[in-house]
């Protein structure tokens, strides 16, 4: 039995690389981010309305503990997509149900189950910069950037614009010395912007990064300086199916019967054989407690014509 048991257990195991028997994904969501849902081939959306963390505070009269997390949930709206998956086209959304998803409180769908497992606070979304000039302090408008796309260009009117030549969300140097990003998270954001005026209108170049401003190519008339900044939370979802669990556990279950079978129950097989000369031969076999079977042949041949068998074992020893 154990054995059919492992082999059912494995076949389980193995049909968990097919595909739509198993998924274990991670979905992040921004506050206000409608995104698909992994392995639902583009029928399931999700959309995150607010992510919300509470810790403990003096309210709640604990003497330890102020300050760690008391509850962190997203709230969130299951779709289903009616129309026909077409890539590139934005897709019509019809809601199934709205949850607040927390920490073993999981969105439960399809066999598909959304856990809350992480999460990030205050996520750098959109920064403002002003063009300014140097000596007057002038300010000649605001560019917004949004840190997901940004745009090219802006436009300031009046013969006054700025491009962004390099975007870097989550800057440093590498070993050359080149600035380069991570990633593609607005963890670190940094800029190389090109300032268009009519007093250079062939542009000024500057790189602008978090509490730092430089002027590559000398010194400029225009700096772009920073005005404002907005941030946003994101929710980590871990996104699970499993449509083999059911074939483990049936051989799982299987297994560890074989096993307490084979460690706790006597195997035992007693042959009778008369042969042509009409000596009767018996053997027996057991998988423990040898001792034990002998005191039961004992007891078989006990009161009969047939002599008690001898142990050839111990007429070896």
Not at 38 to 48: A, F, Q, R, S, V
Not at 289 to 298: A, V
């Amino acid at each position: 039995m154990n054995h059919i048991g492992l082999i059912i257990f494995l076949i389980g195991a193995m049909l968990r690389f097919f595909p739509g028997m198993y998924i274990d994904d991670v979905l992040w969501l921004r506050d206000g981010e409608t995104k698909v849902i992994p392995g639902t081939d583009g029928k399931y959306y999700l959309e995150n309305k607010q992510f919300i963390k509470e810790v403990y505070d003096e309210e709640d009269n604990f003497t330890v503990g102020m300050g760690m997390a008391k509850n962190f949930q997203a709230d969130v709206v299951l779709y289903e997509r009616v129309d026909k998956v077409v890539p590139g086209t934005k897709p019509e959304l019809k809601m199934i149900k709205e949850q607040e998803v927390r920490v073993n409180e999981p969105l439960k769908f399809e066999g598909f189950a959304l856990y809350q497992t992480n999460y990030k606070l205050n996520e750098f979304y959109e920064m403002t910069f002003k063009l300014v000039e140097k000596n007057t302090k002038k300010d000649y408008g605001s560019v917004v950037i949004n840190l997901e796309n940004p745009e090219k260009s802006y436009d300031l009117g009046n013969g006054y614009k700025v491009e962004i030549m390099s975007y870097f969300p989550n800057f440093y140097f590498d070993e050359e010395g080149n600035p380069n990003t991570r990633n593609r998270l607005p963890d670190n954001p940094a800029f190389i912007f090109k300032m268009f005026s009519p007093e250079v209108p062939d542009g000024e170049v500057s790189f602008v990064g978090i509490q730092s401003n430089a002027e590559p190519f000398g010194e400029n008339k225009f700096r772009m300086a920073f005005k404002d900044l907005k941030t946003r939370n994101a929710t980590g979802l871990t996104v699970r199916l499993d449509r083999t669990i059911g074939v483990i556990i049936a051989g799982g279950i299987l297994f560890m019967l074989g096993v307490i079978q084979g460690m706790y129950w006597n195997h035992r097989r007693i042959w009778i054989q008369r042969n042509e000369k009409g000596i009767i031969m018996v053997a027996a076999h057991t998988n423990k407690n040898w001792y034990g079977l002998k005191r039961e042949i004992e007891t078989m041949f006990k009161g009969t014509v047939l002599p008690i068998p001898n142990d050839n074992l111990e007429n070896v020893k």
